[in-house]
């Protein structure tokens, strides 16, 4: 479970072409520091970028479903940067299982991490901005699984928790606007990941992507880098309330985009 930040240094301008570190998108600077904010131990691929760029990447602990951890990492930051410039909203958890099957403890575990985290990790934020006078940009992790089941492997709170972060993200940049704070979110279709790799490995994979449509292949994780490096940026300093879905087709007829 784990959300990014994207800070400044303190009095430094957004607009700096000075060169500090290179995270996505080849050499296009993003941000001056880069914060995981995680709730157990930093991965292995973030020691290894931070060991290439010291400095610059960094790493705290918080636990999401506890909004006073989150609002003490947050305020650690602006301490060590000076600044807070945007958040990714990335903390997450997945059961897949019959919705006949479900604990209520599963579903408050779901539940408690994926929108009740996603919120108050998105307000630590907000405050944060507000407070500094900054402009900043929060950016939402949902699911293609918001905008239809997915027949594979179901999770009705799973799906139900995806489509409150979208619907959060619409009405938190509807208020936040006044303060010139952009909230987005991103859409991720089938991703390979730890959790996901043995999805094109069942005897149905074939039967799946005649139902889901798009590549035949699950996506990279590099592949979403873009969605969220633009939503972050100035380039979308007119960009709110809307989901970018990275899906390689898969359910795009059930997207769409809003606007305030």
Not at 7 to 29: D, F, M, N
Not at 63 to 82: C, H, L, P, S, Y
Not at 148 to 154: D, V
């Amino acid at each position: 479970m784990s959300a990014s930040t994207k800070t400044e240094a303190a009095g430094a301008s957004q607009a700096s072409t000075v060169p500090q570190t290179q995270v996505t998108l080849g050499s296009k600077v993003i941000a001056k520091r880069v914060y995981s904010i995680d709730i157990g131990e930093t991965g292995e691929e973030f020691l290894a970028l931070s060991q290439r760029y010291p400095g610059k990447l960094h790493a705290l602990n918080a636990n999401v479903t506890a909004e006073d951890t989150i609002t003490a990492a947050v305020e650690k930051i602006i301490e060590e940067a000076g600044a807070l410039h945007g958040m990714v909203v990335n903390a997450g958890r997945t059961h897949h299982k019959a919705a006949l099957e479900f604990t209520k403890e599963e579903i408050e575990n779901l539940f408690n991490v994926n929108l009740f985290g996603a919120f108050y990790t998105a307000r630590a934020a907000a405050r944060a901005f507000i407070k500094l006078g900054i402009k900043g940009s929060i950016v939402f992790t949902a699911s293609m699984a918001s905008y239809r089941p997915n027949k594979a492997i179901p999770s009705t709170p799973y799906g139900a928790s995806k489509a409150g972060v979208r619907n959060m993200t619409h009405t938190l940049a509807m208020e936040w606007a006044q303060y010139g704070i952009r909230v987005n979110s991103v859409s991720p279709g089938l991703v390979k990941t730890a959790m996901t790799y043995w999805v094109p490995q069942q005897p149905d994979w074939e039967q799946q992507r005649k139902y889901y449509g798009g590549f035949p292949r699950l996506a990279e994780v590099q592949e979403l880098g873009g969605a969220y490096v633009y939503l972050l940026s100035d380039a979308a300093s007119y960009t709110t309330s809307i989901d970018i879905p990275v899906n390689g087709v898969i359910g795009s007829e059930y997207s769409s985009c809003s606007f305030i």
